[in-house]
């Protein structure tokens, strides 16, 4: 194959196969940027849930597209000048067909969750689930960089128990009960005899 149609293949070939690289949103990855990093984690409940589109942000196609487009177009026929156009013209197109390329294949389905948090605060984050959080799960709210929603896996602290009252030092009341009283039955007047 000729040196001028193998390099444009190969250069579209490459640019095809990183723009399928794309990030994760899934709660259950962590960018290696994130992980032994400490972060707050809040307790909540989800309050409402709907499906969205994730979409990457295209720099991998772009840059992967723009360099494919500059060796292409650096093989225009008509001497080095021609060719410095020809590259720098590839290098636009294929930085545009690139990004878009990335954006089409890198799109995800996810969900953005609302929850409500203990002091009544409402958070969103969108992420990737292969089904939707049901509404009122208690869930973790992990804040930060790579935010992320998780099922509450955790036990909640046990409130310390009321201590019993030290009867010692307490005050000794003592009351009057009133004195009961008899009840004397009355007097009956003699009844008559009968006739």
Request: glycine content about 12%; proline content about 10%.
């Amino acid at each position: 194959m000729p040196r001028r149609t193998l390099l444009p293949l190969l250069a579209l070939s490459l640019s095809w196969g990183l723009a399928g690289c794309t990030q994760s949103y899934s709660p259950n990855t962590y960018a290696a940027a994130a992980a032994q990093q400490a972060a707050k984690v809040e307790r909540g409940v989800i309050v409402g849930t709907r499906p969205v589109m994730i979409s990457p942000s295209g720099a991998v196609g772009a840059v992967t597209g723009g360099a494919a487009g500059g060796v292409a177009g650096s093989q225009a026929p008509g001497g080095p000048l021609a060719s410095a156009f020809g590259a720098i013209g590839g290098t636009l197109v294929g930085g545009l067909v690139g990004s878009a390329t990335a954006q089409t294949a890198g799109d995800t389905r996810g969900f953005e969750y609302i929850v409500q948090e203990k002091g009544g605060h409402l958070v969103s984050v969108a992420q990737t689930d292969r089904t939707a959080l049901p509404l009122g799960l208690h869930v973790l709210v992990i804040a930060g960089k790579q935010a992320r929603i998780v099922p509450d896996y955790t036990v909640e602290p046990a409130k310390p128990a009321k201590p019993a009252p030290d009867l010692a030092a307490a005050p000794i009341v003592v009351t009057q009960l009133p004195q009961p009283v008899l009840a004397v039955p009355a007097a009956t007047a003699p009844s008559a005899p009968a006739p």
